[in-house]
């Protein structure tokens, strides 16, 4: 019994710490995009996605994808370390890997809807997105898979980071969504 508690006690802090930094994605299950806070990083986000591509909820998947897609371009452009940013490729692959064709199909569909921009669809989903807003989280997931030696906390940013910039970016070049 002694042991447990000594094992509780030497994990605690690791764990609370992680939690911290963001090193352990929380769990949201399948939600929707309008559920969705500007505190989730692209990691916890991928999650989300698969949730809802498992409950064969294709519409909210894409969505979210949307919205990861987006978080993920703004952090690229704040993140100095491009060998991060690959971190973003490994999270678009395991979100999709292993999932069937039935599945693979209705996001495929989900994923049509969005390509036209007069639909509906698109729009709300540009509309949500914005209204969400910029990331409000240090893109800890990100600068942890860099290789670039850090000499500082405050190191892993551009210089010459315009928040506003980046945001008009990641909204309207990735996701081809209008400008406001």
Not at 10 to 32: K, M, W, Y
Not at 93 to 103: C, E, G, I, V
């Amino acid at each position: 019994m002694r042991w447990l508690a000594l094992i509780c006690t030497l994990l605690t802090p690791s764990v609370v710490s992680a939690q911290a930094n963001d090193a352990l994605p929380r769990e949201f299950g399948c939600i929707t995009q309008g559920e969705l806070s500007n505190d989730m990083h692209p990691s916890e986000l991928a999650r989300i996605v698969r949730a809802c591509a498992a409950e064969q909820r294709y519409d909210d998947a894409v969505q979210v994808y949307y919205t990861y897609s987006s978080y993920g371009l703004f952090d690229q452009q704040r993140v100095r370390d491009e060998s991060a940013h690959v971190v973003l490729g490994e999270l678009s692959q395991w979100m999709f890997a292993f999932l069937d064709r039935t599945t693979m199909t209705g996001i495929r569909a989900a994923i049509d809807k969005l390509r036209d921009p007069t639909h509906p669809f698109f729009l709300d989903t540009c509309v949500e997105i914005e209204a969400l807003g910029p990331p409000n989280y240090s893109p800890g997931y990100m600068i942890r898979y860099g290789m670039m030696p850090r000499k500082s906390e405050d190191d892993w940013q551009h210089d010459t980071f315009d928040a506003a910039t980046a945001w008009r970016k990641a909204v309207s070049e990735i996701n081809d969504c209008p400008m406001p």
